[in-house]
C-alpha cells in the first residue's frame, strides 16, 4: 500500500497522473492500494476554509467523491498512530505530516522492500519501522538508498 501525501492526492484527483512527476505515478501503479491518512481530509478542508484551495464541489462532497470514485483509501488516526507522531523526531513541526509519516510506521512490515521505500519516502528522519531513532540506515545497511520518495510514503497493510 501507499500512503499519499495530502498535495499528491489532492493534484492527482485534481490533475490526473499529469499533475503528477513520472516516478510518482509510477510508485501508485505498482501498489496494490492507496490511501491517505484521514488527516488529509482535515487538511483538505482547512485550505478550502481559509481560501487557499479551490475546488469544483463542496468540499465535504469533494471528499466523497474523491475517495469512493478513485479508489484512494482513508486510514483512520489511531491512538498508536498520534503517540507515533508526537514520538517522532523534530523535523516536522507540521503535526499533518507527522499524522501521515506515523500512519505509514504503523502500518509498516519488515519486508526488506519497504524498508527500502520507507527510507527513500523520510530519507530525513533517523528512525525504524517502530519509529525509534535508529543511525544513517545507508552505514547500518552498506546499501546506497536513492532519496527521489519525498512526496508519499509506502506500508503494507
Known amino acids: ?51 487557499k484551495l479551490e475546488l469544483p464541489l463542496p468540499v465535504n462532497e469533494w471528499l466523497t467523491e474523491a475517495l469512493a470514485n478513485s479508489g484512494v483509501e482513508s486510514l483512520p ?16 513541526r507540521d503535526p499533518a505530516d507527522r499524522i501521515i509519516i506515523a500512519t505509514t510506521l504503523v502500518g ?7 524498508w527500502i521505500q520507507f527510507f527513500r519516502a523520510i530519507k530525513n528522519y ?7 531513532k535508529i543511525h544513517d540506515p545507508r552505514e547500518n545497511r552498506g546499501m546506497v538508498f536513492d532519496p527521489i520518495f519525498s512526496c508519499s510514503t509506502h506500508c503494507n497493510q
Not at 1 to 9: A, E, G, K, P, Q
Not at 27 to 50: D, G, H, K, P, Y
Request: charged share 15%; proline share 2%; with cysteine.
Open 1 to 51: 500500500m501507499i500512503v499519499l501525501d495530502t498535495h499528491i492526492w489532492v493534484n492527482w484527483i485534481l490533475g490526473g497522473d499529469a499533475a503528477l512527476t513520472p516516478a510518482v505515478v509510477n510508485a501508485m501503479q505498482t501498489e496494490s492500494r492507496c490511501a491517505v491518512s484521514a488527516i488529509s481530509c482535515f487538511e483538505v478542508s482547512l485550505l478550502v476554509n481559509r481560501g
Open 77 to 92: 488516526v489511531t491512538c498508536e498512530i498520534a503517540y507515533r507522531a508526537v514520538m517522532l523526531p523534530e523535523i516536522h
Open 108 to 114: 509498516m512490515t519488515q519486508s526488506w522492500q519497504a
Open 126 to 132: 533517523k528512525i525504524d519501522w517502530q519509529g525509534n
